[in-house]
């Protein structure tokens, strides 16, 4: 092939980092025609979602095209019958969610092509009406992390200032409710302290893609060693971080400039719960945000307000976690700390 004609050929969005459509050279000959996609789409849509999210659509696309190739089934335009032999196939061990988010794959990368798609075609949208029913909607996710596994926790803690470090994250991870990449993403300015404790605002999340922005409460608990606000207070004035990210490594000592990785918050909700006895195999960071609910309407807060202080658009998204605000009925009030 020439130059020109590899300059020329219509351009994709590359698998890493967005939707993931095949490249020109990558697709089966004869099964996939992409229209040519500009540099500007390109960039719209990459900035249009959240990392995390880019990263699922992109790892879909890519199970889609392999199904695709072993079945010789066309992945686009895809063929509704196909699109439903395939949810079926993932049925035998993945969630309904999971399934519902593999089709919003295929359906933005069918959109982003031009290409036809009906995504509530029949044969679809009564296959997982099917699925769901047979499976029913409940997902086991994470265990939740109730307030004497964080109290067994705090124990095993360092008294160093990584370990300061360490106890903030679990206990503003466990009154805020917050998304792991939420919590690394907060920075000095996001902070409103109050008499009654601090507001935090939360500039971008799952639930808020076009950024408007939330904020929620956190109230001071009744036990100094136990109270995330405290705990707060305590790792800003130990690493005298006055701006930028208030969550980062810890290195000879030192913070260091850099935030820290979503990943580490995990991994430090598994570290300290092996540590102190509670097994980590079903321990996620995500544990604390389930933790919140669960704990907070045990001990009295009304759903609503776990609701709240989770960000949840339905109610029965914080009832499935069962197992610019003021502090009045906050549901970090409510975990016992």
């Known amino acids: 092939m020439s130059d020109n004609a590899g300059r020329n050929a219509p351009r994709s969005l590359p698998i890493k980092g967005s939707i993931g459509l095949l490249?020109?050279?990558?697709?089966?000959?004869g099964t996939l025609s992409i229209p040519a996609v500009d540099d500007r789409l390109i960039a719209d849509v990459t900035a249009a979602y959240a990392p995390n999210t880019l990263r699922a659509y992109a790892a879909d696309w890519r199970d889609w095209l392999a199904w695709c190739e072993r079945h010789h089934h066309a992945p686009m335009p895809a063929a509704p019958a196909a699109v439903r032999d395939y949810l079926t196939d993932l049925a035998a061990a993945k969630k309904v969610g999971t399934l519902r988010r593999r089709l919003a794959a295929i359906a933005q990368a069918h959109e982003i092509a031009k290409a036809p798609f009906d995504r509530h075609d029949p044969a679809i949208r009564f296959s997982l009406k099917r699925?769901?029913?047979?499976?029913?909607?409940?997902?086991?996710?994470?265990?939740?992390l109730m307030t004497r596994d964080i109290v067994a926790m705090l124990g095993v803690i360092p008294a160093t200032l990584r370990g300061t470090r360490d106890r903030a994250i679990l206990l503003v991870g466990f009154?805020?409710?917050?998304?792991?990449?939420?919590?690394?993403?907060?920075?000095?300015?996001?902070?409103?302290?109050?008499?009654?404790?601090?507001?935090?605002?939360?500039?971008?999340?799952?639930?808020?893609q076009e950024g408007r922005g939330q904020s929620i409460g956190v109230v001071y608990g009744k036990r100094e060693a136990t109270c995330p606000v405290r705990a707060l207070k305590r790792w800003l004035a130990e690493s005298a971080i006055a701006d930028g990210p208030i969550l980062r490594g810890v290195a000879r000592g030192k913070p260091t400039e850099?935030?820290?990785?979503?990943?580490?918050?995990?991994?430090?909700?598994?570290?300290?719960?092996?540590?102190?006895?509670?097994?980590?195999?079903?321990?996620?960071?995500?544990?604390?945000?389930?933790?919140?609910?669960?704990?907070?309407?045990?001990?009295?807060?009304?759903?609503?307000?776990?609701?709240?202080?989770?960000?949840?658009?339905?109610?029965?998204?914080?009832?499935?976690y069962n197992r610019g605000r003021s502090f009045k009925g906050n549901s970090s009030g409510k975990l016992d700390l």
């Open 175 to 208: 009154a805020t409710g917050m998304r792991r990449s939420e919590l690394v993403e907060i920075k000095v300015n996001d902070l409103d302290w109050r008499r009654d404790g601090v507001m935090i605002r939360i500039a971008r999340s799952k639930g808020d």
């Open 23 to 29: 490249a020109p050279a990558e697709k089966p000959a």
């Open 258 to 320: 850099r935030r820290l990785s979503d990943k580490i918050v995990w991994r430090i909700v598994k570290r300290y719960a092996e540590q102190a006895g509670i097994d980590p195999a079903q321990l996620g960071a995500h544990s604390l945000r389930v933790g919140h609910a669960t704990q907070s309407i045990a001990n009295g807060a009304a759903p609503h307000e776990a609701q709240q202080q989770l960000r949840h658009r339905r109610l029965e998204t914080t009832l499935r």
């Open 131 to 144: 699925l769901a029913r047979e499976r029913g909607e409940h997902q086991a996710g994470r265990r939740e």
